[in-house]
């Protein structure tokens, strides 16, 4: 059983990258499915999350409106499509899920009460 975030990489202020968070021995459309990020010296944030029910979406402020997730259940497989970085967006990427299936918001914020999975991080780099 394996959650594995991939597609981090280095790219130039206003570009683009998509991450893949890949599920391995269980079915991913069964859990609700979170993105977060952490930036050094900071607070790990949730910052997009999609529900197992209606795939119902939810963004951070601080992503909303540049950042789109969504699911290919073929795949076992959400993306996480970043267009317009900032430098800010600087972070190693994560991905984990909850079998709640719901995708709570506190603060402007994704927040699981819980997770099921988690996996390792992809490192995203923003040049200015």
């Known amino acids: 059983v394996q959650l594995q975030a991939s597609g981090g990489g280095l790219v130039q202020t206003g570009g683009s990258l998509r991450l893949s968070c890949t599920a391995s021995g269980f079915t991913l459309r069964w859990y609700a499915t979170g993105w977060f990020r952490q930036a050094p010296g900071k607070e790990r944030e949730g910052i997009a999350c999609i529900t197992s029910r209606d795939d119902t979406t939810s963004y951070a402020d601080s992503v909303k409106g540049r950042f789109t997730i969504s699911r290919d259940n073929a795949k076992n497989t959400v993306y996480l499509e970043m267009s317009g970085l900032k430098p800010e967006d600087t972070a190693v990427y994560s991905c984990?899920?909850?079998?709640?299936?719901?995708?709570?918001?506190?603060?402007?914020?994704?927040?699981?009460?819980?997770?099921?999975?988690w996996g390792q991080g992809t490192l995203v780099t923003v040049s200015s």
């Open positions: 984990a899920t909850d079998i709640q299936g719901v995708c709570p918001v506190v603060n402007g914020s994704i927040s699981f009460e819980r997770y099921d999975y």
